[in-house]
C-alpha cells in the first residue's frame, strides 16, 4: 500500500533539521550520510518521481560501469603487450590472450546493455527488461573484467599504487550500488513470464 506522503522531495542542505556526515567509500571519492531531522522539504512528485529517478541513476550507473571496463581492459593490453616474461610479451601467450579476449566481450556486453538501457529511457519506451539485463551485466560481466585484468597483471595488479587497483575498487562499488546480479536475474525473469 502507497501512502500520501511517499515521492520524491527536495531539501534544501542549509536547512534545519540537515545534518550531513561524511563517509569514505572504497572508491576514495566521498559520499555523505544524511540525516534528516523535522526538515523543510518540498514534494516535488510522487512514487512515480522515486522510480523515475531509480531508473536513470542504475542506468547512469551501467554506463559507468561499462567506462570502468573499458579503462581496465586498455590499461591491461598495454601492460600485456609491454611486459616481457620468457623472452615474449606476456600478450603473445594463449591463455592471456584468451583471457583478454573474454575480457573483452563481456566489457562490450556491459557497453551495449547499458547503451540499450539508456536508449529505452530516452526514447521514453519500456526499459524495464533492458534495465535488469543491464545491471546483471554490469554487476557480472564487470566483475569479470576487473578480475581478468588483475589477475593478468600479476602481483602488481593488487598494488594499490597501481592504477588497475582503482578500476578494480570502482567495479565493486558500482556493482554493489546496483545490487547483485540475482536480484536483477529474478526481476528479468518476472517481466518475461508477466510478458
Do not use: N
Request: charged share 20%; aromatic share 6%; hydrophobic share 45%.
Amino acid at each position: 500500500m502507497i501512502s500520501a506522503s511517499e515521492g520524491l522531495y527536495a531539501v534544501a542542505r542549509d536547512a534545519d533539521g540537515v545534518m550531513i556526515e561524511r563517509q569514505d567509500t572504497t572508491t576514495g571519492v566521498p559520499e555523505a550520510h544524511l540525516l534528516l531531522s523535522s526538515a523543510p522539504a518540498t514534494k516535488l512528485s510522487g512514487p512515480d518521481g522515486i522510480d523515475w529517478l531509480i531508473d536513470r541513476a542504475s542506468t547512469s550507473m551501467s554506463v559507468m560501469m561499462a567506462g570502468v571496463c573499458d579503462s581496465a581492459l586498455r590499461l591491461t593490453a598495454e601492460y600485456a603487450t609491454t611486459r616481457v616474461q620468457f623472452e615474449r610479451p606476456i600478450a603473445t601467450f594463449q591463455a592471456v590472450s584468451q583471457r583478454a579476449a573474454d575480457a573483452y566481450i563481456d566489457t562490450e556486453a556491459v557497453r551495449l546493455t547499458a547503451r540499450q538501457a539508456a536508449w529505452r529511457l530516452g526514447e521514453g519506451l519500456d526499459a524495464a527488461e533492458a534495465l535488469a539485463i543491464a545491471k546483471t551485466w554490469a554487476a557480472d560481466g564487470a566483475d569479470r573484467v576487473v578480475h581478468a585484468a588483475q589477475h593478468l597483471h600479476g602481483g602488481i595488479g593488487l598494488d594499490v599504487d597501481y592504477p588497475v587497483h582503482r578500476y578494480f575498487r570502482w567495479a565493486r562499488h558500482i556493482g554493489l550500488s546496483l545490487g547483485g546480479s540475482a536480484t536483477h536475474l529474478r526481476r528479468l525473469g518476472d517481466l518475461i513470464a508477466a510478458g
